[in-house]
Each structure stands twice: as C-alpha cells, then as structure tokens.
C-alpha cells in the first residue's frame, strides 16, 4: 500500500529520530522487546539512538556490549541510571561507573520516591517492578529536613557535572525538582531535563514554563497521550497545551514505552509525530522535538 503524503513525512521524521526514554528489556518487571530488538527495529526505522531506561538496574553494560557485538545496526543504545534502592539510591559510587561506561543520563529515583509511592497509594496504574517483585521499595530522600538538597545528592551532583551527564527529575515531585535543579545548576550542571510534568509528579503548566526558562529540556511520555496504549492518562490537546507551555525549542518527546500488553516505541514515535502534524506543528518544530533537542540535551 502506498503511503499518503502525511504518511511520508511522519516516516521522514522518524530517520534520525531519538526516543530518549525506552523501557525495553531484559527487565523484572514484564517487557515486550528487549534491547537488541528494538535496536533492530528502531535502525530499519532509521532512528539515530535510543536511551535504554531500567528503574532497577544501569543500563550502560548492556549498550556497550549491543555496540560491540552489532556493529551493523545504525541506531545508537546509550542508558543510564536509576537513582532507585536497587543500585543504593544515592549511591555516587554507582554513577561514576556508569559515568564512566558512557552513560549519559541520571535519572533522580522513579519507584522510591517518596512522590511516587504516595502517588502509588491512588494510581490505578500497575508498575510491577521491584516495588512488587522483591521487597517494598523505600523512599530514597533527596531533599534534607531543612528543605536542601542532601549531600548525598550534592555528591552525584558534582560527578554529573564533572562528566557532563544530564540530571533526569524521574518521579520526585516538581517542588522537589524546583530545589535540586537550582542547586545542580549552581554546582554546574548544564543538561538537565524535566520528566513527563503531565503525570505523576504534580507539575503545573506554570511550573513547565519556569522550569524550561530555566534552561531545562521538558520531556513528554508519548504513552500518556496515545490512544490505544493502557497508559494513557492525557489527550492530544493536553500534549498542545504542555508543548506550547515551553515551546518547541525547549520540548521533546519520548516513548516511555516497551511494557508488555503496550504498543511498541516505535510504533508509539509514529504516532505522536502523527498527532504533532495533527495538532498543527511544523516539520521543523516536530524534528526538534524528536531529535534535535534530545541531541542537544544528551551531547549525542
């Protein structure tokens, strides 16, 4: 079947694609490909890099060995870290090795947060990761009892800055956010990035603004968006509403896809360049959404 013209460009814009946020596998918690696989598919998609993402466990080893042992894929697979009680939490010891192994992201702690375990309590949402499959996850603290940032977190600040990786605020909550990003922007960090505002961590439209005038890179799970994924929390109009909030130049899209029962990451990148041409944004705009600002924020 011959493909319309909109259909044309959304695959031109998937060539040199990045999905800077990708749960593939092998993982504890149920994945429907893992990161060979994707790295397959994502290169016959033409997509230029994919950042693999483990709430449980630093990613980097694998990447390396996918790079070593597949010379002929074409995307690139970089990871990074969790900051969650599988690796030690804020464990500065973690993120140098994974500093040191080519990682480019860490991300503050997604499931022991302590955000996200008080979200947990009133989510419908099922995340069958460590916090069901071992023991219960326990709230990794960034924030001190004065309100600053723990010097455990200053720590992995310094060594983020000194490596020039990009700080991820995962799942604390955007108050949160708002203290640590002040204070790695003091201790010299330039790449940071804002995780999905539009769920879970409590952000406001005003807070997206704030946060990009920062200079941080605000970054949307497609899976809250898409319709025909478990999910979707969001409509297209929400994405509009968030995407205008920082503006094209400070916003980029991800999967956060690769759950299994889900739609596959990349099927969920077509999707949301499709619905980005649907909401009316322009090539150029929806390119540097899906694959300039994601290059510039990772330095890839």
């Known amino acids: 079947m011959d493909l319309t013209a ?30 060979v696989d994707l790295a397959r598919e994502a290169s016959e998609a033409g997509l230029a890099a994919i950042v693999t993402k483990d709430h449980d466990y630093s990613g980097v080893m694998t990447a390396a060995l996918i790079r070593q042992q597949f010379p002929e894929l074409t995307t690139k697979v970089y990871s990074g870290i969790v900051l969650n009680n599988v690796v030690g939490g804020l464990n500065p010891y973690a993120v140098e090795h994974t500093a040191a192994m080519g990682g480019k992201i860490v991300w503050l702690p997604t499931l022991a947060a302590a955000n996200h375990l008080q979200w947990e309590k009133n989510s419908s949402w099922s995340h069958p990761a460590s916090t069901q499959k ?24 310094d060594v983020i800055a000194k490596n020039d990786m990009a700080l991820a605020s995962g799942h604390v909550h955007i108050s949160e956010t708002w203290v640590i990003f002040e204070e790695a922007k003091r201790r010299g960090v330039t790449r940071l990035i804002l995780t999905h505002p539009e769920d879970i961590v409590g952000a406001s439209l005003q807070d997206v603004r704030g946060i990009a005038a920062m200079g941080a890179v605000v970054e949307h799970s497609l899976c809250m968006f898409l319709e025909g994924n478990k999910f979707q929390t969001c409509t ?8 205008d909030a920082a503006g094209a ?4 899209l991800c999967s956060d896809l690769g759950q299994a029962g ?15 041409f649907d909401l009316g944004y322009s090539q ?7 694959s300039k600002n994601a290059s510039r924020v990772l330095g890839i």
């Not at 814009?13 to 918690?29: C, E, F, K, Q, T």
């Not at 130049?249 to 980029?252: K, L």
């Open 262 to 276: 889900n739609i596959s990451p990349i099927e969920g990148l077509r999707r949301g360049i499709k619905m980005c």
């Open 236 to 243: 297209a109009e929400d994405l509009k509403s968030q995407i």
């Open 249 to 252: 130049d400070n916003t980029m």
């Open 6 to 35: 909109k259909d044309d460009e959304v695959e031109a814009l998937l060539v040199g694609a990045i999905d800077p946020h990708v749960h593939s596998g092998p993982s504890i918690a149920p994945r429907s490909v893992d990161h």
């Open 134 to 157: 071992i023991r219960p996850a326990s709230a990794v603290p960034v924030l001190d009892e004065g309100g600053g940032v723990t010097d455990d977190l200053k720590e992995i600040l």
């Open 284 to 290: 150029e705009d929806i390119s540097k959404m899906v």
